[in-house]
């Protein structure tokens, strides 16, 4: 798949976001203009994410039309989400910016809907079997496990925030493993999307059209394997190896300043190859499985 940047900055920002938000409302008890900072910085990241998605559709203006169908899509569910998070976390907000003295269990409705959001995002792939390498349980997984790492970076909690790098380190691991199979698995061959296995060997004698289109251009990305391994030690070193490391070895904020940095790059990695790597079925019938 075409590895928009508009939807990884989407999807990187916007779960980091949420995840600082939730720990906000749940864990951290600040005040004054020290909370207002915080959780500007938290909304900032949310909707700069959401921001960004809507510049990946087609006509940016039909957005709305997003909210309309919450009963069989996910994007539906996701947008539904962000906004009801954003909305359940305003309360707090403003009690801890203006000292209303909101207690804390006023978050965790908030938090269950922010993370129920990067959820939804993560099945917004999970659930497309014409891409087998998302169609597994591991996609939401990732997405939560960079929104929990993200927020803890944020957050300032070494001890949880090494933790969740350690399983996200897992889970980037295991996501690579069984994705790798999944189009074999998925028993997807140019011979069944042509209907024409029968007779015997089915190989592309000439292309469909002599000009580029909509499928070739978004659904059909070659990564090397070469390439691919350069990358996805790159995501996982960045995004959870090096980021662990920098929490146990270096002192106080120079820690997690340094870890944030690193987990972020890593993130965009993983997720531009997360995208790049994808293979859409519709591919066997250009001939133009990814390598």
């Known amino acids: 798949m075409n590895p928009a940047p508009s939807v990884i900055i989407f999807t990187v920002l916007s779960g980091m976001g949420l995840g600082y938000l939730a720990l906000l409302a749940t864990a951290h008890d600040y005040s004054g203009m020290a909370a207002f900072w915080h959780w500007a910085f938290g909304y900032a ?28 899509s996910w994007l539906s569910r996701e947008a539904w989400g962000a906004v009801l998070t954003l909305l359940a976390f305003a309360p707090l907000a403003l009690s801890d910016w203006l000292g209303l003295g909101l207690p804390r269990g006023f978050g965790w409705l908030g938090a269950g809907l922010a993370l129920a959001t990067v959820l939804a995002t993560g099945m917004i792939y999970a659930q497309i079997r014409a891409v087998p ?16 790492a993200g927020g803890c970076l944020l957050a300032g909690f070494r001890w949880p925030a090494l933790a969740a790098l350690v399983v996200l380190g897992g889970a980037m691991v295991l996501h690579w493993r069984i994705g790798d199979g999944a189009f074999a698995r998925a028993g997807s061959t140019m011979a069944s999307a ?3 296995g029968r007779p015997g060997a089915v ?7 002599t000009a580029g289109n909509y499928l070739l251009r978004e659904m059909i990305h070659v990564v090397g394997r070469r390439h691919a391994a350069k990358l996805r030690a790159i995501a996982l ?16 904020v120079a820690a997690f300043g340094v870890a944030l940095v690193l987990h972020l790059l890593g993130a965009l990695a993983q997720r531009w190859l997360f995208f790049a790597e994808a293979e859409h079925v519709v591919g066997l019938y250009y001939g133009a499985r990814g390598a």
């Not at 510049?55 to 009963?71: D, E, I, K, S, Y």
């Not at 190989?203 to 059209?209: K, M």
């Open 45 to 72: 990241l949310a909707t700069i994410g959401l921001m960004a998605s809507a510049f990946h559709l087609g006509n940016p203006q039909r957005a709305l039309l997003a909210f309309t169908q919450w009963r069989t």
């Open 133 to 148: 390498r998302w169609h597994h349980w591991t996609v939401p997984l990732l997405f939560l496990g960079f929104a929990v």
């Open 194 to 196: 042509t209907g024409l």
């Open 203 to 209: 190989t592309v004698f000439e292309p469909a059209h």
């Open 237 to 252: 070193g960045l995004g959870a190896v090096l980021p662990a490391l920098a929490l146990l070895v270096l002192p106080g």
